[in-house]
């Protein structure tokens, strides 16, 4: 005959006092019906597990063996439960992000240490790339979201449009621009400016073309190293480059940075989340709702 796991729990809390009318009262439930479940699975397990006198209520020698056994198996499978439920919720289990720029300050920072905070459980994966590479990885399903600068046209699943970086430029501490307050665009066309292969190199050398005009506006000179290794290189004399405003909050030796505006303002990239509708990660979609309540404004496009 099948135990009844609730009359397993009572059976653990009847052995912990010393009458039925205590351990009854400690569960909120009438005497009878506590001594009624323990009868009942005496009778499936075929043994008896309490000694019951005048002078109270105590496990006889089989029922210490079983009710020891008992409390381990409750204990790990409330347990198990614990952690299903977190992670059929989100709450645990692992979430993979393509990263594809700096976030050192500014919303992305803020959003991880915001899912960090409310998700203490979720084991978090950053992973970095080019925008072709973070969108490769997630179609093949090895991230689930990137955060990617300017849209993706050819991307045929799902988006959302967060925020937007402005435009700036690190320069050397030395170079006589950093006088100004903001640079325009003009005022970079005789300077040499490094460039990585990786996160939002690519958007921004198409922007200093439109800017600059033609195809070669510039000195150019690439390096496959990430930006942190080339704000070295910036900071040593060898050069500039622009990035977004998400890479200044970390100091580096000897360089400055500076907003790059146009007749306009302050130039601008925008940064949306990818993701696959079949991805069927729980913790993806608290981290997609925490997305939404925290930039409920900033959307001009409906989500993809």
């Known amino acids: 005959m099948p135990v009844n796991f609730q009359n397993l729990r009572w059976a653990i809390v009847a052995s912990q006092h010393p009458s039925l009318r205590q351990a009854a009262e400690t569960l909120r439930i009438k005497q009878s019906t506590l001594s009624r479940r323990l009868q009942s699975l005496e009778h499936a397990l075929g043994s008896r597990l309490f000694d019951r006198t005048?002078?109270?209520?105590?496990?006889?020698?089989?029922?210490?063996?079983?009710?020891?056994a008992a409390r381990r198996f409750v204990g790990e499978t409330e347990a198990i439960t614990v952690r299903v439920g977190k992670r059929s919720r989100g709450e645990s289990g692992r979430l993979t992000t393509g990263i594809h720029a700096s976030f050192s300050a500014g919303n992305l920072r803020a959003t991880l240490v915001d899912h960090r905070y409310r998700f203490p459980d979720v084991d978090r994966k950053l992973v970095d790339g080019s925008r072709d590479h973070l969108m490769s990885d997630l179609t093949s399903s090895a991230i689930d979201v990137a955060f990617v600068a300017?849209?993706?046209?050819?991307?045929?699943d799902k988006s959302l449009l967060l925020w937007s970086e402005r435009v700036?430029?690190?320069?050397?501490?030395?170079?006589?621009?950093?006088?100004?307050?903001?640079?325009?665009?003009?005022?970079?066309?005789?300077?040499t400016f490094l460039l990585s292969q990786h996160g939002p190199a690519p958007e921004l050398l198409k922007l200093l073309v439109s800017k600059m005009g033609g195809s070669d506006p510039c000195r150019l000179i690439h390096h496959d190293v990430v930006l942190d290794r080339l704000l070295t290189l910036v900071g040593a004399d060898w050069g500039i480059l622009l990035a977004l405003e998400g890479a200044t909050g970390a100091t580096y030796q000897g360089v400055t940075f500076r907003e790059v505006h146009d007749e306009e303002g302050p130039m601008r990239l925008s940064f949306r989340a990818y993701w696959r509708q079949a991805n069927d990660n729980p913790s993806l979609r608290p981290f997609l709702d925490l997305l939404r309540e925290r930039y409920p404004d900033l959307s001009t496009t409906p989500e993809s």
């Open 168 to 191: 700036v430029v690190a320069l050397p501490q030395s170079h006589p621009l950093t006088a100004r307050d903001v640079i325009r665009w003009g005022e970079l066309k005789e300077e």
């Open 150 to 156: 300017e849209p993706i046209p050819e991307w045929g």
């Open 54 to 68: 005048n002078g109270g209520t105590r496990p006889t020698i089989e029922g210490r063996e079983f009710l020891d």
